[in-house]
């Protein structure tokens, strides 16, 4: 049986100034915040913000895949993607959960892809999104020094 490769990815984070911070991977950069009304001076998008695109984004990316594995021709695909958080559970004011309660995606915009296999196209890149999975899962978070 041939040996499975585990493609890792990595991203460095560096605090800047209050809450903003800057995360760098590949070549790129981001740099996070939060708005004045959770502590920031939002001078970019906060970290949950950052999970909300990530996850529209690599639906989008799974989907031109299947589109194409598909033989279907996917023109302008776009996504609203949205998610219920309670800030107490992040500022510590209250014994809530901290992370998301809930995450929606809704479909703005799709072309190319047909009514009969509208359902079959978003089963596979629901099954085959990373981010999807990653978040449906319990995972492990290993912080360490």
Do not use: H, Y
Not at 18 to 29: H, L
Not at 49 to 74: F, Q, R
Not at 78 to 88: C, M, Q
């Amino acid at each position: 049986m041939a040996e499975t490769k585990m493609a890792t990815f990595e991203a460095e984070v560096e605090r800047k100034e209050g809450v903003e911070c800057e995360a760098k991977m590949r070549d790129f950069s981001i740099t996070m915040d939060e708005p004045k009304n959770l502590g920031g001076t939002n001078k970019g998008p906060n970290p949950v913000e950052v999970i909300l695109s990530s996850l529209g984004g690599c639906l989008n990316i799974v989907g031109a895949v299947v589109a194409k594995e598909m033989e279907l021709e996917l023109g302008n695909f776009s996504l609203k993607v949205e998610g219920d958080l309670d800030p107490r559970g992040f500022m510590g004011t209250a014994d809530v959960p901290a992370g998301l309660q809930e995450i929606r995606v809704k479909i703005d915009e799709i072309e190319g892809i047909p009514e009969d296999k509208m359902n079959e196209f978003l089963k596979k890149i629901q099954k085959r999104c990373p981010i999807e999975d990653t978040l449906k899962r319990k995972l492990k978070v290993k912080i360490e020094k």
